[in-house]
């Protein structure tokens, strides 16, 4: 099984090379269903629980303000943001790649997934279409959730920080199951909802001995991307150096 990431030109290949994969922003969303009617039931399986923390509280549902009700149900319903990202794509040995090259670009990096895995990155789960898992992870993390409720300075309904924060970094890690076809892989940075440095436009240095393959579009590119990786692995004293081809039908 190999990692790829894709660009769509040569220049992006090189500042790959050169200074590291940038991350870009994408957007994300957490819904175990997009039927208003299933997302209803799902709600009612946890109205007990929520009823419960409420009266734990001293407070009812049925009291709330109207502005303590949205909270609680934005709190406890779909999620989405956008998230700094950088997108690879899980190529099973014999798996034609053609329709990616055309998706994502003709230009690519083969990257070692020992190099991936150790900089935070890990496949996707792919939630929606009232699937089991996503019904599950609804349910958990609306668990979680109810569960952090307390009252604020003023009285009033509020979640707790911490465990917003839990859920947040799972939709980093999620994508529709619309794309399951794609297999895709991700390294995410901070996206700024709990504070902190937006990551995008940032950059994760990639060593060139992380690099299995490098992937042009013709001949010409290999001939100058050759001798900017051999610069390169040169300059970083790299144990090991990829070799550049042009984007084959199937990975080697």
């Given at each position: 099984?190999?990692?790829?990431?894709?660009?769509?030109?040569r220049?992006?290949?090189?500042?790959?090379?050169?200074?590291g994969?940038?991350f870009?922003?994408?957007?994300?969303?957490?819904?175990?269903t997009?039927?208003?009617?299933?997302?209803?039931?799902?709600?009612?399986?946890?109205?007990?629980?929520?009823?419960?923390?409420?009266?734990?509280?001293?407070?009812?549902?049925?009291?709330?303000?109207?502005?303590?009700?949205?909270?609680?149900?934005?709190?406890?319903?779909?999620?989405?943001?956008?998230?700094?990202?950088?997108?690879?794509?899980?190529?099973?040995?014999?798996?034609?790649?053609?329709?990616?090259?055309?998706?994502?670009?003709?230009?690519?990096?083969?990257?070692?997934?020992?190099?991936?895995?150790?900089?935070?990155?890990?496949?996707?789960l792919?939630?929606?279409?009232?699937?089991?898992?996503?019904?599950?992870?609804?349910?958990?993390?609306?668990?979680?959730?109810?569960?952090?409720?307390?009252?604020?300075?003023?009285?009033?309904?509020l979640?707790?920080?911490?465990?917003?924060?839990?859920?947040l970094?799972?939709?980093?890690?999620?994508?529709?199951?619309?794309?399951?076809?794609?297999?895709?892989?991700?390294?995410?940075?901070?996206?700024?909802?709990?504070?902190?440095?937006?990551?995008?436009?940032?950059?994760?240095?990639?060593?060139?001995?992380?690099?299995?393959?490098v992937?042009?579009?013709?001949?010409?590119?290999?001939?100058?991307?050759?001798?900017?990786?051999?610069?390169?692995?040169?300059?970083?004293?790299?144990?090991?150096?990829?070799?550049?081809?042009?984007?084959p039908?199937?990975?080697?």
């Amino acid at each position: 099984m190999k990692l790829l990431h894709c660009m769509k030109r040569r220049e992006y290949l090189e500042q790959a090379l050169r200074t590291g994969l940038m991350f870009t922003g994408h957007d994300v969303r957490f819904a175990p269903t997009e039927d208003p009617k299933v997302f209803a039931g799902l709600f009612e399986q946890i109205l007990p629980l929520l009823h419960q923390k409420l009266a734990s509280l001293g407070r009812s549902f049925d009291f709330l303000s109207e502005g303590e009700r949205q909270v609680l149900m934005m709190g406890l319903g779909a999620m989405s943001g956008s998230v700094p990202m950088i997108c690879l794509t899980e190529v099973p040995a014999g798996r034609s790649i053609d329709v990616h090259q055309a998706t994502f670009g003709g230009y690519g990096l083969v990257i070692s997934r020992r190099w991936v895995e150790l900089n935070g990155g890990d496949k996707v789960l792919y939630v929606g279409h009232n699937s089991t898992a996503s019904r599950r992870l609804f349910l958990l993390l609306a668990t979680l959730k109810i569960f952090s409720l307390h009252l604020g300075a003023n009285g009033q309904v509020l979640f707790e920080n911490n465990a917003f924060r839990a859920s947040l970094d799972l939709l980093c890690y999620v994508e529709r199951r619309d794309y399951l076809e794609e297999a895709e892989w991700r390294q995410t940075g901070n996206p700024g909802w709990m504070g902190g440095t937006v990551a995008n436009g940032t950059r994760l240095h990639l060593p060139i001995d992380e690099i299995e393959f490098v992937l042009v579009t013709n001949d010409a590119d290999v001939k100058a991307t050759s001798t900017l990786v051999q610069e390169l692995a040169v300059k970083q004293k790299s144990k090991s150096m990829p070799k550049t081809i042009v984007f084959p039908r199937q990975l080697p």
